[in-house]
Every structure is written in structure tokens, then in C-alpha cells.
């Protein structure tokens, strides 16, 4: 108990360093606007562009700059106060998707289907989660869907490795639909807790493609109706407004349960998120911060929201 | 939410409604909707800046022509400005001793293993080059052998991987192979790296020092929001790069990366990703994504609009002109810039219906851009008088303006015969009446044009 409370602070100590630096420069920003100034209309015009400037998009960006607008307009604020407010004014988008991934205990295996564009980190989440689940004393089946890309199922062994989860694999070039299907039925056989399906990396105008991942979604429907149990896109967070059409593609065409944003380490802000919150309240289980097996975090509205506003504490 | 550019010009400009020349209050009130339009293709702040106070000289004071809206003068500007600041593709540079280096780098993801791959195929089938791939990523699970099993299917050979050497050993390892086997190139695939992270930026620095790469290609997802300008402008300053690979521009992203990359560096787009397969590398063209930019479903037809008004324009000139029988060799100059300047417009213009045709009856009557140069050339080394007047040239009178344009008494034939076409067609057309004439605008005057489309 102790060792996993002290570990979720070392896990928020690291989460905080990584959104620290993608927030330095918005807060920065701010410090710089208002350093002992008035909240007129030049600044909070330069407060709209430097959350624009975090992808939060122009339209969201005006709003919360006009919410800011009635709570403080021409009085004296210091930037911590500024920054209070903004995410004050933020973090009510994002409350609604900070929902956890839940399975059944009792179900053998969930199913997890795992998808989202090229090279956005979907096989390294799969890792990462595999070894959560390992570490909860789960027993974890990956499967290597993704029979396209070169070296993919190398890449998903290795993870395997790491985190102690077999992994079933098909040759190369060979339909991901059969491969979903022999590995949910060798599980369900086995009596596995949770079955991970990686699949290659798809742009969601791609209409054949996005009938592949329907097609795997009906065979494994063949040996459970209820399956897939989870849908998780994987989300790049240095992408921008092109992430809206890309969640609404992937819900319409195979329903989203959750996203996982990856790549928070980075400079870029991961805005986007409130946009997506606001329009289609997909749960948002966790975040990456790391290319590493444990760089997997709960994601938290208020220190997101915190953390775009620049406020370290 | 997301309202496309034409209609908020539209908006815009239904409360101005003004003739002549465009006033300062309507660029702003123009330019602040393309500023929007401009953030919702992901085209990072400081760059949208820079990039309206570049539009908004050009723009104050420009006359709008007559029947084309000041909305779609503005967009024309825009437009025109966009695709000048994208700049053009350029082919990579092979120029140095053999083997010549080319790196890849960018952030993780992105699409440098595959667009590795795909430059050593291109290299090698067009350029017929002896291309070594190798990689040096050492991080990612199965990196290696994905650059190994890429390199097998385009049948280019990889360096062999030493377990546990470091990238710039490898880096040294990969040139000493290649002089050695007299390659032509030699492609060096690195592990993605955020530009944040001072250990691995630090790591590839010191392998562009050691093989001091002809090329530096950064790869760039073209779905890459605003952070596009920080990662430019930090890989450029930090490794320096020569330039930029846009990648997944299969997809259907508005593309500002491009712009705010291409402006905060100052490097070249060299090539476009379009799709995961090893063939699916294209030369970059800045109308391809100028017009995604701008959201060209709505801004081509209007400026076909404009396209066709201006031609419509002429014509009509032309056809008093006509009317009043007075074709001459200065009417004949007029038409070939206009058609030059035609001919020289690809993207948005190029594809409209009615500047195609004009375009294919250039390409038939073999009018390239350079001939109609030297025809205007011609021209312009007459005298006036002979310009209004063409049955004064005689042979030594065609001998001199031959001298004076830097072209051939043939050539001058040529281009008289070719008037004296023009001239007979336009007696037909005369008769066809001016409405004739409007209806099948100038492409009905050029040879082989004909009427009967
Ligand atoms: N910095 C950082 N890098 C990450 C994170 N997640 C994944 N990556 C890196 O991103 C790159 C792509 O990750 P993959 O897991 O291969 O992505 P994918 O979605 O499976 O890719 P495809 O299967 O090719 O579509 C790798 O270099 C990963 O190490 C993260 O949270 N932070
Ligand atoms: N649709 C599309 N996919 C692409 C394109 N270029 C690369 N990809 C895909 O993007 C994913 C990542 O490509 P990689 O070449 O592995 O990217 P990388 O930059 O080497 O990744 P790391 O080494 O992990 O940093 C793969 O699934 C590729 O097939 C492209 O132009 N279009
Ligand atoms: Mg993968
Ligand atoms: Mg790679």
C-alpha cells in the first residue's frame, strides 16, 4: 500500500515534470502578458493566442478567453491568479472523460481492441498496459494484429517480453480477422483475463481500412457477442485540429470507448483534448509521458487542466 | 465549427459590397477571417502572423477587377502569397563525394524509417544510384529489423547490426562500409527523439558532426499541430537540417505544418509522403497543399470564378477591338501573356475546366512556355509601326528584329504565319458575331482551337 502510494508520487512527480515543460511556455506567456497589468481587452487577446497556441483550437480558445473576460475584465490580476481562473474555466471540459478502463473481473478475456492512426503509439500503449494489467496479477494475451507493417510483430514480442505476456502472432500478410479470432477462442480456452489486440496504423479516410478494423470487430462478436469490451484510440497529442475528424471517423465507423493520448512528454500541449471532451465525451483512461514500459498514467483533469495553464502545484 | 473560408469571406464582405480598389478597412476585416481560417489548419501562431502582415501590403490598394468580388481578390491574393511562402519542391542534393550521407530525424513516429526506405528506392530506380540503408536506432523495440526487412523488399542492402554499438559508431561504421563498397549514398535512419530531450538531441548532433550529412531531411507528420514551429526550429538549431518531408499526406490533415515549418526554417519541403507503401513518395508542390490550407473545395470555384471573369473581361475587349477590324501584332503580345500566364499556373487554375482546354491546345499547337517568351520577344523588337502594320516586313526588316530578340528569321515566320491564322479566324469569328467570341473566349483564337466545342 505504502509502496504504490509511493510510487503514484514518484508517477505524479514525473507526470508533473513532462506537462511541466509542455506548459513552461504557456505560462511563461501568461507571466509575461500580466506582469503587473490590467486584464484589458490587449491582453486578453494575447491570452487567446497563447492557447491557441497549446492546440486548444481557435473557437475553444475565444471561449474561455470570454469566460476569463466576465470574471476578471480591467481588474488587477497577478498571472497566478490568471492561471487559476483559466484552468478553473478548463478543467470542467475535461472532468466528464477522466473515467477510468473498466473490465470485468470476471470475464475471461475482455477484449481490448486497440487502433488509431500510423505511428501514433499504439503498440508501445498495448505494452504499457500489459504490464499494468501484469502487475495487478492479471493474466495478459497479446495479439499481433498489426500483420502489415514491417517488423510489427517483432516489436509487440519484445513488449511482450517486458512486460510477461505471450504473444500470438500470424505470418505476415495474413487476414488480422482470422488471427483476432484463433486468439480469442485459444483464450477464451485458456481462461486469460484480458485479451489485447494491436492493429496496424490506419488514416481514418481510408474507407478499406477502416472496414478491416469492422471486420475484426464482427468475428470476434462470432465467439462473444460482447466483445470487443473496450475500444481504445491511440492519440498523438502533437497533432492538431485534424484530431476532431478523427475521433468522430473512428466513433462513427467502429465506436471509440476510450482515448489514450500519448507523447505528453513533448512540447506539444495536448489542447485538442478539450475540444474532444466538450464534443464527444469519450473517456480518457490514461495518458502517455514516456517511451518506456511504466511511462502510462491515469489521466486527471484537474492536473491536465492545471498543467496547460502552467500552475506546478 | 469549422465554417469554411469563402463563406466567412463572404460574410465578410457582404456588408462592403465596394468597387475599385481594395481600402485598408476591408483587407483587415479580410485577413482577419483568413487568420482563423489559417489556425484551424493547424498553421502555428507566429507564422500566421508573419504570414498576414506578408499579405497585407499586397492585398491594400490592389484593384479589384471588374465583376470579380474584393472576397475573391483577397482569396487570389492569399492564395498566391501561400504558395510563394511554401516555396518551391526541390530534388535532394547529391552533390558531394560519394558516398553522400543523407539523415533522417524527427520526432517519434513520424515516419523516418518508412520514408528512409522510400528515398533508397527512389535513388535507386530513378537515379540508378548504389544506396546503403542503415539504422541507428537503438531504442525502439525492432527498429532495426524493421529498416532490415523494408531494405529486403526494395532489395537495397542494410548495414548489418552489431549488437549493442551506439549510434554514432554505427553512423562511422555505415560511411567506412560504403566508401569502401563504392556507394553513391548512404541513408542513416535515427530513432525518434523529442526535440525537448537534450540527451538524444545531444546523440544525433554529435552523428551529424561525425558524417557531416549533404542531406538532413527532417520528417514531419502533416496532422502536426501547433508544436510543428517548436520542433522545426529546434531540430534546425540544434542538428540543422536541409529539409522537410511531409509525411501522411494521404490523410486528410489541412497541412499547416508545412507552412509553419517551411517558414521558421527556412528549408525546402523536399517530398510528400502519400501513403505507407514504398512507392508512395511525391515531389512537393506548394499548390497541392496551399490548397488544402485554404480549404480549396470552395476557394477553387472561386477563383474559377475570377478566372473565368477576367478572360471574359478580355474578350470582350477583344471583341470591340474586333468589330472595329483592328487585330494587330500589340493585340497578338497581349493574348500571349495572358496565355503564358495561363499556361504557368498549375494547381487551382490549372484544373478548372475551361483553363485546361486552353492548356492542352498550347500543348498541342507545342506553345511551351518558353516559346511563347521568345514570341513575345519578337514582338517587343519591332517597331511600333510594324506592330500595327505586319505586311512591312520584309526580309531585312525580319532579319533585324531576328537579331534584336535573339531568335531566327524562321522563328518570325513562324509567329507571322500564326498571326495571319489568328487574323482569318478572327473574320469567321467576326461573323460568328461578338457573342460567338464570348462564348468560346480566347481559347477559340489560338491554332487548332476551332469553335466547335
Ligand atoms: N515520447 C514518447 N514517445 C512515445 C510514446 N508512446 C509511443 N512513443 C513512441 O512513438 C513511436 C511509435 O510508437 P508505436 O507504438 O510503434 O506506434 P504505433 O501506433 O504502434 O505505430 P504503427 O503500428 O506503425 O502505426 C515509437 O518510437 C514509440 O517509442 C509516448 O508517450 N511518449
Ligand atoms: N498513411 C501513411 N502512413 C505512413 C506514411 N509514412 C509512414 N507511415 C506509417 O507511419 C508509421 C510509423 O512509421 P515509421 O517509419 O516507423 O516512423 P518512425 O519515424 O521511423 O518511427 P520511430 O522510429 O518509432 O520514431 C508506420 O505505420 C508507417 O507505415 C505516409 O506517408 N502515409
Ligand atoms: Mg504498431
Ligand atoms: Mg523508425
Redesign the pocket.
Known sequence: MTDTAEKQRSWFGRLKAGLARSSAKLGDGIAGILTKRRLDDEALDQLEEVLIAADLGWGLAKEATQRLRHAKFNQEVSPEEVRRTLAQIIEPFLEPVERPLVLDPLRKPNVVLVV?A????????IGKLAKLFREQGKSVVLVAG?TF?AA?VE?LKVWGERAGAPVITGPSGSDPAGLAFTALEQAQREGSDILLIDT??RLHNKADLMAELQKIQRVLKKLDPTAPHAVLL?LDATIGQTALQQIQTFRDLIGITGIIM?????SARGGVMVALAELYTIPVPYI????RVD?LRPFEAAAFARGLTGIDS | MFENLSQRLGDTFDRLKKRGALSEEDVVAALREIRIALLEADVALPVVKQFIDGVRPKAVGQDVLRSITPAQMVVKIVHDHLVETLGAGEPLNLNAVPPVPILMLGL??SGKTTTAAKLARLLKERERKKVLLASLDVH?PAAQEQLAVLAQQINVPALPVVAGEQPVAIAKRAVDVARREAYDAVILDTA?R?HIDDALMFEVAAVSQEVKPAESLLVSDAMTGQDAVNLAKSFSERVGITGIVLTRVDGDARGGAALSMRSVTGRPIKYLGTGEKLDALEAFRPERIANRILDMGDVVSLVEKAAETIEQEDAEKLAKKLAKGQFDLDDLAAQLRQLRKMGGMGGVIGMLPGVQKIKRQINDANLDEGLIKRQEAIIGSMTRKERRDPRLLNASRRRRIAAGSGTTVPEINRLLKQYQDMATMMKKMNKLGQKGLMRHGLGALLPGGGFGR
Open positions: 488509431g500510423n505511428g501514433s503509439g499504439k503498440t508501445t500503449t498489426d507493417r510489427a516489436q496496424a496504423g491511440v500519448t507523447k505528453l512528454d513533448g502517455g509521458i514516456g517511451e511511462d | 517519434q513516429g525502439r525518434g523529442l
